[in-house]
């Protein structure tokens, strides 16, 4: 399959910062950081989309998104039928106020027929940027991994299971039934649901003390937010950052011999 030829491809002079660089499977376009720009994409061409997208979707609006430039930033607005999808799960309705890009990269998905989600790439220079050079070479940055002790990295396996198995929908066990497990795995030390929540609160309040961690891990809704969605926040943070990685299964098999 072809790829769109970018505009920041090597050999391109360097955008000025505020450039707007949008890209789909259709192809690019570039916008200049000037009051009362809007580029417009959907599945329409012509009047309705500067940036064609999901032309084969018929759940994708000719004009399904807008990005206009005032005030000194991009800002993205819904103007189709189907919600679009930005980082962290954030989804924008028609009746959604419009959001500023920040600078750098945006990915931004627009929901079409089934399944499907057609991806708009948004790239806006910064000063840094504008007369950096290619990053081809330089080595690759690895993620964000976080340290855990043996006993605490057994103890999330357990809860994780269905999460290091990358199944759709995961959702972690019970303090009871990981208790359950665990007693199995090292039947010589002693484990209790109270024992295994006050580990994984160490563990939770050691990550959000690093400041860094995607996910919130405490309560911040005065209403509170229950247990189960903040194991889901950690493991799903763990997970996504290779902190956890599938070949941590093994411990189940084989358990550890001492902490």
Not at 105 to 129: C, I, Q
Request: hydrophobic share 35%; aromatic share 6%; charged share 25%.
């Amino acid at each position: 399959m072809n790829r769109p030829r970018s505009s920041l491809a090597h050999g391109a002079p360097p955008a000025r910062p505020g450039t707007l660089h949008a890209r789909s499977l259709a192809g690019t376009v570039t916008g200049s950081p000037e009051a009362g720009r809007i580029i417009r994409f959907g599945r329409g061409g012509g009047p309705d989309a500067d940036l064609r997208v999901g032309e084969d979707d018929p759940r994708v609006s000719r004009r399904h998104g807008e990005l206009a430039y005032r005030r000194g930033q991009w800002w993205l607005r819904n103007t189709g039928q189907q919600l679009l999808r930005l980082p962290r799960g954030q989804m924008m309705h028609v009746s959604t106020e419009p959001i500023p890009l920040a600078a750098g990269y945006t990915p931004v998905f627009v929901k079409g027929s089934g399944f499907r989600e057609h991806l708009v790439e948004l790239h806006v220079t910064d000063h840094g940027a504008a007369g950096s050079g290619s990053r081809r070479g330089i080595e690759t940055l690895p993620p964000k991994r976080w340290s855990l002790a043996d006993d605490q990295r057994l103890i999330l396996v357990v809860l994780g299971q269905e999460y290091l198995r990358y199944e759709p929908h995961p959702r972690p066990l019970t303090y009871r039934q990981a208790a359950a497990q665990l007693s199995f795995l090292c039947p010589e030390e002693s484990w209790g649901e109270s024992k295994i929540a006050h580990r994984v609160e160490k563990v939770r309040t050691a990550l959000e003390a690093s400041g860094d961690f995607p996910y919130d891990l405490r309560e911040q809704d005065p209403r509170g937010a229950s247990d189960n969605t903040l194991k889901h926040n950690l493991l799903r943070g763990l997970v996504e950052s290779t902190t956890l990685v599938p070949p941590d299964l093994d411990l189940l098999d084989r358990g550890l011999d001492e902490f």
